[in-house]
Every structure is written in structure tokens, then in C-alpha cells.
């Protein structure tokens, strides 16, 4: 049984962190349909979708970027008090009867054929997760009568499947604890906002064993809009329950371990921090915490990042109007150029600096305007747009469906349905978004086959294991912090201090050979004094540091791989007691900031850690063994 609990003073601040976004348990779960038919038209790309650097591939390497729109609904559309079904008490007067927004207007056949006309080629579909154990018939949906009577999980599948079956790409998003509408001060503010983080992983797991034979199911979007409740912020890194950075990192990896390793793992940022009131601290941080934190996943090339942005909100305004307004600037207020440098550094960035540890895909998952905005939200849309062409970044509007009734309503909708399912478009003439959603759907940027590039990744051992490799058994030196790369990359860099790793594949991908990994907590295997006075626990000939464990900041012992080819060349020893060893070209990006670092050249592997207890000495890391990868 889920519950969802609201602190007193949300009345005092409901809206003031909305966005146009904005459980009970049930008997046994029925078993969807799951595998998808060929669509009667090539869908122009081949699954599993991966990474490549700052692009998203297909299974042949193609550039497959995300042009996707928001099929919103089953997350809930309802305020929260009154009858569910009395538009007086849905949102906009829309109400979406715990389905995908439009079926009691339009057959689901013709609402994704409207997809296809907008130049869309996936689609974000939100859920709640009250919806997975909703016991509650689905009713009302009056052009789509066989759904009727299918509880709302059911008609999810059903959904799911007829995107897929008509080729597009389908990212599974979870937009809400309870099903209602989203996202001020309501109860689904955290991720763990209404149940616990285990709950909500637990939740992911289900429903990604539940697609995983549907190729075309191709993503998780892991949380909508992370945000602060009446008492407290979320955060990205500090160890406790409202660490996002954390539970992100556990979900992704349960989804991609047990349940469907192929997923895209969407992970946004924290939409919002702080008190919206004048004079107090408030932030909404997007993905600027990425620079020295990024997530490394236990699969690679798996990662995306995500963020959203509105005309009426700000990077610092809530968005409210009247309680929770603050003095500061909207996006809408915001000069063209001023506009370009805030959406750099508050997301692009992670995208378009390439060869560092956060490098990746940026989705603007969210982003939209009405019909009939005014002036400045109007230039602020025709702004993003061309930011989403110039930088070719992938996106996803909101919403792509709506409600009308002779050409008034709600207005936001791309495509747009009356009672009798006449249909009101962003592509009709009288459209002023037209021009730019043309130009944004049609906008072909990097196109084709990406060459693989070489990969960073970030290990943080601060408040938990980072132990990213399958190989590795999960508890490899009992007691101790263990830092472990990917199976597909290799250790090239420590901190002195701080709980730090970098992982890379650069120079030889796919490194390691089969076999059992190696936990070396002696000096047996050191074959030359390569820090003389230091201990030095080096790997054996042949192998490479796959991860290092300490107590405290004391080394405890590395971790060594077998390697695919001969590895025993020369090497050299870096310094990272004093100052930081690493490569002039900042190759990698700095991954343990504010600590002393050493680190290898992309042509060598690392092959040992060195450090002293004798008196003035903590057995931190203060040294890194470098060895010449083979030319």
C-alpha cells in the first residue's frame, strides 16, 4: 500500500514549483504483450540504441537522435480533490482517465499515424507508480472501446505496443508517485516522496522485465523533476535519503543488471533546490552538478542525461505566480545570448565538451509553449529552437497531445482533439509555432555512422561502494570502500584523498580477457622499486588495475584483470602526495575535485598503487605505476 504524504504548508507554496508537467495495491499483475510486430514501414533504425560520446546510435552505429514528444496521461491528469472524471478537476479541463491523453476522442491507431505526420520518431510515454498496481477499470475511453474495462497498466501495454508496432522508439517515464497531476508541492516531489527508494526501484525492475522482449522499448527515464518538498531539498552526492545522484545510480544499475540491459538509462538533473521566496537560497541546478559528479554505470555506453526548460520558469525562479514569485528572471526574460549561455552551462555543456567523464547525450525531455503565448514566451520558444538546432541536441516536447473545442482550451498540444476528434494542429497555417517546429523536427544535424570514441568514466567511493564491474564479486575486499571500472575499461587514475577513480578505454578498447579478476593485498607481485620506501601492491605481469579499495583514505588492495594482449612494458611512477600527476591535455576531466590526483597517459594502463604508514603517513594513495600499453 502506498500513501502520499503532504506537509502543512503546502498550501502555502502549491504552484510554486509547477511546471506544465505537472498507491494502492492490487492483485497479481497481468502479463502484457510484449513482442513487437515489423511495422508496416521501415522505422529507419535498428535496435538497441546505445552511446557514442555525446550521440545516441543504433545497433549499426547510425546516428539516431531523439525527436521525441510527451504522450501524457497515464501519470494522471487529475488536481488531486473532487471526482476524477469532472474536468472541472483535471488539468486544463483534460481529463485522461489514468490512459494516454486522447483515446476517448481519437482510435490510438490515428493519434500515433498524427505522430508520425510531426516528424516524431519516439515518444516519451509518462506513468505513475500508483498506476502499476491500480486495480481500478479503465472507462470512458470511448473512441478505443476495447480498452474499456483493462486496468491502467493494461491499456499502458497496450500503448506501448502499437507505438512500437508503428516503428517508433518508446522512453518509459516516471512522471509521479500517486496519479495526478504534476509538479508543485503534490506529494511526488522525490523520488521517494510517497514510498521508499526501494519501492521505486523495485517498481523500474517490474516494468522494465515487462518490456524487455519489445526491442523497441528503448529507454528509462528513472524520475520527473526532482524537486524540493515543503522541508526538504534533494542533492547530488551528499550520501543520504534525498541524495539523487545515489538513487539514480542504484536504479539504473537494478534496471540494467536484472531486468533489461539494453535500456538507455535517462537520468535528469534536480529541477529545483532552495525556497522560492526573495532572500533565501534557491537554485534549480539542471545538470550543472555533472561536471563533478557523473554517474558510471555498470554497463557503458548506456548513459543520457536530461533537463527542462520553460519560458515561465527561470534558473532561479519557482515558475509561481504570487505566493512562491520571486524577484529573479524567467527564461522568457532572458536575452537571446543570455538565454544560449544559461542552457549551455546548465546542460548543454555535458553534451557538447567532449572527452571528459560526463560526456554525454544531453535530451531536453521537456520544453513547450501554447498556441497562444504572448510575445516573450513566443521568442523564447523561437529561441530554444534554434539553441536544440544549433547545438543538435535531442529533445522531447510537451505535450504532443491535447484537448479543443473549436480552436480554444488548453493550447500547448501539438496535435490537438475535439470531443469528436476533429483535429487542431502545430502544422495548420494559423499555427505561429509552425515555422519553428518545421524547422526543429526537420533540422538533420550529425547524421549517419559515429565512429566510436574513447571513453572516460568517474568513480566516487565517498559514502558507498563504486563498484561498477560484473566480474567483480559485490564485495570483493570485505570491509573496505572498493572502487571497480566497467568490465569494458580499465583503472587510469586515483586521488590521493576523496574516494576518487578515473576508468577509461582509450588506446585499447575492451581490454580485459576472461578469467577471474585478481585481489592483491601484498608486495609479492612487484617486479622492480618503482617507489622506493613505499608498499606497493602491483599487478602480475600480464594483467591490468581494473580498481583499488581503502579503509578510510588507506589503501587496503587493487584489483587486477588478465589481459587480451602481452602487457609488460616500462614504467614510471606518478606523485600524487604533494600535487597533482596528470596529463597537461586534461584528458578525462577532473574527477575527483578538490583532491590531489594521479593519473596515467592514454597509451598506458595502470599497474600499481604505492603508499606509506611510517610516521606523517595515512596509507593514502601517493603513488600510481604506469606501464606502456603495447604500440
Known amino acids: 500500500m502506498r ?4 506537509a502543512p504548508l503546502v498550501l502555502l507554496l502549491t504552484g510554486a514549483l509547477l511546471s506544465p508537467t505537472t498507491a494502492t495495491a492490487g492483485p497479481e499483475r497481468p502479463e502484457p504483450v510484449t513482442t513487437a510486430a515489423e511495422p508496416a514501414a521501415a522505422p529507419g533504425w535498428t535496435p538497441p540504441l546505445s552511446t557514442r560520446g555525446r550521440w545516441i546510435v543504433d545497433a549499426e552505429g547510425r546516428r539516431f537522435k531523439l ?11 487529475w488536481n488531486g480533490s473532487g471526482p476524477e472524471d469532472d474536468p472541472g478537476n483535471n488539468h486544463a479541463g483534460e481529463v485522461g482517465r489514468r490512459a494516454p491523453l486522447g483515446l476517448d476522442r481519437k482510435p490510438m491507431g490515428e493519434i500515433i ?16 507508480n500508483q498506476m502499476i498496481d491500480d486495480p481500478r477499470p479503465v472507462t470512458g475511453l470511448a473512441a478505443n472501446p476495447e480498452l474499456n474495462g483493462l486496468r491502467p497498466l493494461e491499456v499502458f501495454d497496450r500503448a506501448v505496443r502499437a507505438l512500437t508496432d508503428a516503428g517508433f522508439a518508446v522512453i518509459l517515464n516516471n512522471h509521479s508517485t500517486a496519479s495526478r497531476w504534476c509538479c508543485g508541492v503534490d506529494g511526488s516531489e522525490r523520488w521517494n516522496s510517497g514510498q521508499t527508494t526501494r ?5 523500474w525492475v517490474l516494468l522494465a522485465k515487462r518490456y524487455r522482449s519489445n526491442p523497441r522499448v528503448v529507454g528509462a527515464d528513472l524520475r520527473n523533476e526532482v524537486r524540493r518538498d515543503v522541508w526538504d531539498d534533494p542533492n547530488w552526492g551528499l550520501g543520504d535519503a534525498h541524495d539523487w545522484a545515489a538513487a539514480a545510480q542504484e536504479a539504473g544499475d537494478r534496471i540494467l543488471t536484472e531486468a533489461a540491459p539494453e535500456l538507455l538509462i535517462m537520468i535528469e538533473g534536480i529541477n529545483w533546490a532552495g525556497i522560492p521566496v526573495d532572500g533565501f537560497w534557491r537554485d534549480r541546478p539542471h545538470l550543472k552538478p555533472v561536471a563533478t559528479l557523473s554517474h558510471t554505470l555498470v554497463r557503458s555506453h548506456k548513459l543520457v542525461y536530461a533537463a527542462h526548460y520553460y519560458g515561465y520558469t527561470g534558473p532561479r525562479h519557482s515558475g509561481a505566480t504570487g505566493i512562491g514569485e520571486t524577484s529573479d528572471p524567467r527564461y522568457r526574460d532572458l536575452g537571446r545570448t543570455e538565454l544560449f549561455a544559461e542552457m549551455r552551462r546548465s546542460s548543454a555543456y555535458v553534451a557538447t565538451t567532449p572527452d571528459r567523464h560526463f560526456t554525454a547525450p544531453v535530451w531536453i525531455s521537456e520544453f513547450g509553449v501554447a498556441k497562444d503565448a504572448g510575445a516573450a514566451d513566443r521568442a523564447w520558444f ?3 529552437v534554434d539553441f536544440l538546432v544549433a547545438n543538435d541536441l535531442d529533445f522531447a516536447y510537451w505535450p504532443v497531445v491535447g484537448f479543443h473545442e473549436n480552436d480554444r482550451g488548453n493550447q500547448w498540444g501539438l496535435v490537438r482533439y475535439d470531443a469528436d476528434g476533429a483535429r487542431r494542429s502545430v502544422l495548420d497555417p494559423d499555427d505561429w509555432r509552425s515555422a519553428a517546429w518545421r524547422a526543429l523536427a526537420s533540422a538533420a544535424g550529425r547524421q549517419g555512422v559515429v565512429e566510436p570514441v574513447r571513453t572516460w568514466s568517474m568513480l566516487k567511493g565517498t559514502h558507498a561502494d563504486a563498484n561498477r564491474s560484473l566480474r567483480a564479486a559485490a564485495d570483493w575486499d570485505t570491509g573496505a570502500r572498493k572502487l571497480t571500472c566497467p568490465d569494458d575499461q580499465r583503472l587510469i587514475g586515483i586521488s590521493q584523498r576523496g574516494q ?7 588506446g585499447a578498447p575492451g581490454l580485459g580477457a576472461p578469467g577471474a579478476l585478481h585481489t592483491v593485498t601484498s608486495e609479492a607481485g612487484v ?3 618503482w617507489a622506493r620506501g613505499f608498499t606497493k601492491y602491483q599487478c602480475a605481469e600480464g594483467q591490468f588495475m581494473t580498481g583499488y579499495s581503502v579503509r578510510g583514505n588507506r589503501v587496503s588492495a587493487v584489483l587486477c584483470s588478465p589481459a587480451r594482449i602481452a602487457l609488460a612494458g616500462p614504467g614510471r611512477t606518478l606523485w600524487d602526495d604533494r600535487g597533482d600527476s596528470r596529463p597537461a591535455s586534461g584528458e578525462g576531466g577532473d574527477y575527483a575535485t578538490g583532491f590531489h590526483k594521479a593519473q596515467c597517459r592514454a597509451d598506458e594502463y595502470a599497474a600499481g598503487i604505492a603508499f606509506s604508514t611510517a610516521i606523517g ?15
Open 113 to 128: 499515424a498524427d505522430f508520425r505526420e510531426l516528424g516524431l520518431n519516439s515518444v516519451r510515454l509518462p506513468f505513475s
Open 67 to 77: 525527436k521525441s514528444g510527451n504522450w501524457h496521461g497515464s501519470s494522471g491528469t
Open 199 to 203: 519501492e521505486w526501484v523495485d517498481d
Open 500 to 506: 576518487g577513480g578515473l576508468c577509461t578505454d582509450a
Open 382 to 384: 523561437t529561441d530554444t
Open 3 to 6: 500513501t502520499r504524504l503532504l
Open 527 to 529: 617486479t622492480t622499486d
Open 617 to 631: 603517513r595515512a596509507g593514502t594513495p601517493d603513488a600510481l605505476y604506469c606501464r606502456g600499453l603495447p604500440g
